[in-house]
């Protein structure tokens, strides 16, 4: 089994599943969901959509680009840390937001 193949074939799956995040919304009429809801709920959903699409887009672009970082042997503590680290900040902006 080609392990390298296998992860840039998840990398164009997640480039995929970026680019309906920006379809999508408007076919479910995203826009008025946050007129509808409290102004920090609002701004939670914007910020949190935006985290989504960043963190995956960074996963697919790490895919595809340089497959051989899930690959490696010898650095699996610095590859889990520091994507623990980045999945950590997913809470920062939406504790930014209610500031």
Do not use: Q
């Amino acid at each position: 089994m080609n392990w390298e193949l296998l992860i840039r074939m998840a990398g164009l799956g997640l480039l995929l599943i970026a680019l309906a995040n920006f379809i999508v919304p408007s076919m479910l009429n995203y826009r008025a969901i946050p007129a509808k809801v409290d102004r920090g709920f609002a701004r939670i959903f914007t910020v949190h959509a935006f985290y989504i699409v960043v963190t995956v887009l960074g996963m697919g672009g790490l895919c595809l680009r340089a497959p051989a970082f899930f690959l490696e042997d010898g650095s699996e503590w610095v590859r889990a840390g520091s994507m623990g680290l980045f999945s950590l900040g997913a809470d920062f902006p939406t504790i930014a937001t209610l500031a």
